[in-house]
């Protein structure tokens, strides 16, 4: 497997990038990098006991730690061609099961290897971010505190619905894929990327055919899974008088698994824009997406509900010395539970900052608000159609 592999890789890097006998100019070196954090959050959210809406007791203060280490390999060919792979094995925050067992788990977050001319641009193979959400992504201010609306703040909430889905039937997971970037030309590069469904990482082919099997294309009852996701983007970069501009227009779109029993979901079909400006130490940003999204590819059960999702984010930040500091908020309209008569609303805002002690060491504050809403649906916390969190974070953080 290993030589039909590195055999493979070489002819789509002649095909692709016109590479011509490998003869290695700079030997691969491997690098070992990531980061560690440690945080204090004072959580105040709306919770209760079931449908009865009896009050519960919760604490409000906790510690949680986390980390990520990553094995980062490059190397150069003689005739120019750059090559490379990234591993990124990270501590997810699972809860303690009982005595006995570990807080946490190990997994792989990203993995991936690369080839790159400066001439036919950049080949991604492996496990990451579409090139919309990923190498592409703009708008999104996050460099204040922990990451603002996308930061830490969700580690501390309870509910496993109250997180705002915020784009295209959630986050798109990091499935195994094919991305492609191409040079600048004039200001302006494009990107592709297409995976063949959902699934990431290496498995068995699937141990019993199902639903949740990579390669099903249809099946009674069950979730829906994306089917040939394909990402297309393109992006200008210039500077204008001293302003660094940045803008972005994107789709995301795919099939998805068909219910022989009944109706079956919608793929996605999501325009995503994001425009970003920088200057003298500031970044403002904004991203709009808007389509067939669905919060989840989620199945109409009686036909009451399968509008579009909207998504709007914005932000900006200022950087001064060592000091950063930052808010950004984020609006979201979704079908939500698609079998309630209301649209899902959830609303978020963050002001942050962190302060650089020494290279790689910093000191973060962040305080997140964020309110969910959907009329005739339980948000999960037993306390109705709305439910609000309060999350304030202080910590300590050192990337490597």
């Known amino acids: 497997m290993r030589k039909i592999l590195l055999a493979t890789t070489a002819v789509v890097a002649t095909a692709v990038l016109g590479m011509a006998e490998v003869k290695a100019q700079e030997a691969p070196t491997v690098r070992v990098g990531g980061y560690f954090r440690f945080n204090y959050a004072f959580t105040d959210q709306d919770v209760g006991l079931g449908p009865n809406r009896s009050t519960a007791n919760q604490g409000k203060s906790d510690f949680a730690s986390d980390n990520e280490i990553h094995v980062i390999v490059q190397g150069k060919a003689a005739n ?20 006995g067992f570990s807080k946490t788990s190990v997994d792989i977050d990203e993995m991936y290897m690369w080839i790159s001319s400066p001439t036919a641009g950049q080949l991604r193979f492996g496990d990451e971010d579409g090139v919309v959400l990923g190498a592409f992504a703009n708008g999104w201010i996050t460099n204040f505190g922990t990451g603002g609306v996308d930061g830490d703040a969700w580690d501390n909430v309870i509910g496993a619905n109250y997180r705002p889905a915020y784009i295209a039937g959630g986050y798109l997971n990091d499935s195994t894929k094919i991305i492609y970037t191409s040079p600048q030309f004039f200001g302006f590069d494009f990107g592709a990327s297409f995976g063949f469904n959902t699934g990431e990482g290496e498995d068995s082919g699937c141990e019993t055919f199902g ?8 099946f009674p009852y069950g979730t829906p899974r994306r089917k040939n996701e394909v990402q297309a983007a393109v992006r200008y970069r210039g500077s204008f008088a001293g302003v660094g501009l940045a803008a972005t227009a994107g789709y995301i779109g795919s099939g998805v698994t068909k219910n022989t029993a009944g109706q079956s979901a919608d793929g996605l079909a999501v325009g995503v824009f994001g425009l970003q400006a920088t200057a003298y130490g500031a970044t403002i940003g904004a991203n709009y997406a808007y389509g067939v999204a669905n919060s989840g590819l989620n199945v109409l059960t009686n036909g009451i509900d399968n509008r579009d999702m909207t998504n709007l984010m914005v932000g900006g930040s200022y950087t001064w010395q060592a000091l950063t500091v930052g808010a950004a908020a984020n609006w979201q309209v979704s079908a939500g539970n698609v079998n309630a008569p209301a649209a899902r609303k959830d609303k978020i805002w963050s002001v942050g900052a962190n302060y650089a002690l020494a290279p790689g060491l910093a000191l973060v504050a962040e305080y997140t608000n964020g309110t969910t809403e959907e009329g005739g649906v339980d948000r999960g916390q037993g306390v109705g159609n709305k439910t609000n969190a309060n999350v304030l974070i202080v910590g300590t953080r050192i990337a490597f």
Do not use: F
């Not at 639903?211 to 249809?218: A, F, K």
């Open 80 to 99: 120019g061609i750059s090559y490379g792979a990234t591993i990124e094995v990270q501590s997810d925050l699972n809860r303690e099961a009982g005595p």
């Open 211 to 218: 639903v949740g099997c990579d390669r099903t294309d249809s």
